[in-house]
């Protein structure tokens, strides 16, 4: 992951905003992935240009060449920053609602074109490594995220000690059928059944 | 749905035997149903071809064409008959084994390569109809199989009455994920977790 990025436009304040987060140079890296989400969904991997991202993006040409000069690099960051900013498990301290927040933005990301793109791409006969390996790593870092809330979860009392990975499948598994089934919608009150289902499922089979 | 198949070959004992479940026309309806998912997963519907199905399933040609005319039907029988037997819902009077069974089944079938090209289908951008009609209507006879399976388990105290929509796919959401990616193996001892997990949750959350 680039440990800044460097663009050939002023800045805002006319200097270097490399080290402020949530600057220009953070809002310009965050364009360019997004594009990257946006044209690897409607064009895959191999149909993506760098021309087209900067364009997209609204950035110079440079900003993007010289910041991934990898393209398998520049798929992973966009894809890792997409699966965090789409679907977060935020830590308010309270488990359930944070898993319903979670599972309602999972629903909403599922449903995106975006969304629709990467499962397809899990799907696929054809593997294109590329992706595949932005993927894993995007998985990855969902289930770090995932593993750190329940850990938390379980210093405070809150749930009995859990097998994070299992524990996410449970929870996630429902909202991808719920969403490609198309059969009944994926609301915020399916979500808090399936939570309290499962939260109190853990509670009752460990003793 | 065709009454019966009947073919130009002779029969094991020179007769009609169509009113006979399980006789020869049952299994050369099944081996033609079996062909016609096998070719569908390794061509798509569009390239389906009756020839081909005749020759896979060593029949006569006309056994494929007299009872099934239509092509979107002879799809949907094979999709409903390939449902049925490779995740059946069985009804031993114990809920917790025949849930076990299914998700294991279930699993085997998402991992085969006809289970495989259905999942494609499923989330695949374009719509393909014959398919997509045939895949709803094996669904619903899924759905319908676990809701008779629920029900025969709250008549018995079992369970307290459920959803079977939300049951069923609060089940059967993580095999999917389990098998998709291909992280950790999808176990009985996994199935049975979920079993547990869910149906203690289940109980518990309903008073």
Chains 1, 2 share one sequence.
Not at 30 to 38: F, N
Not at 164 to 188: A, C, D, I, K, M
Request: hydrophobic share 40%; net charge neutral; glycine share 6%.
């Amino acid at each position: 992951m680039p440990e800044n990025v460097q663009t050939s436009e002023p800045t805002d304040a006319g200097a270097r905003p490399a080290a402020r987060p949530g600057g220009r140079n953070a809002r310009v890296r965050s364009q360019i992935l997004a594009a990257t989400m946006e044209l690897v969904a409607r064009d895959g991997v191999t149909g993506l240009r760098y021309e087209e991202i900067a364009e997209l993006a609204g950035v110079n040409r440079n900003s993007v060449y010289r910041n991934w000069p990898d393209r398998a690099e520049l798929v992973k960051d966009a894809l890792l920053q997409y699966a965090k900013d789409s679907a977060p498990l935020h830590d308010s301290g309270d488990l359930r609602r944070d898993l319903v927040d979670f599972l309602v933005a999972l629903a909403e990301r599922l449903s995106s074109s975006v969304g629709r793109a990467m499962l397809q791409t899990t799907v696929a006969a054809t593997v294109n490594t590329d992706l595949t390996e932005a993927m894993r790593a995007a998985y990855d870092q969902q289930f770090a995220a995932a593993r750190r809330r329940f850990e938390s979860a379980v210093d405070k009392g809150e749930i009995p000690p859990v097998d994070s990975y299992f524990l996410t499948e449970l929870l996630s598994g429902p909202v991808y059928l719920y969403v490609n089934r198309r059969r009944h919608p994926f609301t915020r009150e399916v979500a808090e059944k399936i939570v309290d289902v499962v939260l109190a499922g853990i509670h009752a089979t460990t003793s």
